[in-house]
């Protein structure tokens, strides 16, 4: 009986040292910067023109986009053909253990892979 007395004691004389420990508020901190507006403004205006370090790319170094050695309306020209092609959807796989019908057959130019 007497350890559980001690034991409560000990209890709350820690609750009492936590609740004496409290944080003063001191009200709001006005601002101090040494530099003026117009220094402010200047680095504010280069921040918001440069790269955001903050962008998915900007740490995986990404190469740049490669240029096209081709006329822009020859490339258009052959995916509009391509598109309206009857059998542009076909896929091998469709047809397994079977043999693809030869109206399927389809002739298209290698192109080039992206990122290569």
């Known amino acids: 009986m007497k350890t559980s007395k001690i034991i409560a004691a000990a209890a709350l004389s820690i609750l009492a040292a936590a609740a004496a420990q409290a944080e003063t508020y001191q009200g709001v901190q006005a601002p101090v910067s040494a530099n003026s507006r117009a220094e402010v403004n200047a680095q504010a ?16 170094r990404v190469a740049p986009a490669l240029t096209a050695s081709a006329d822009r309306a020859v490339i258009r020209s052959q995916a509009v053909a391509t598109a ?8 091998r796989k469709a047809f397994v253990n079977s043999v693809v019908p ?15």
């Not at 309206?84 to 896929?91: M, R, S, V």
């Not at 030869?102 to 290569?116: E, K, M």
């Open 45 to 60: 205006v280069v921040a918001a023109r440069s790269e955001n370090p903050y962008a998915d790319g900007v740490s995986s």
């Open 102 to 116: 030869s109206q399927y057959n389809i002739t298209r130019p290698v192109t080039q892979q992206a990122g290569l």
């Open 84 to 91: 309206h092609e009857p059998n542009q959807n076909l896929d």
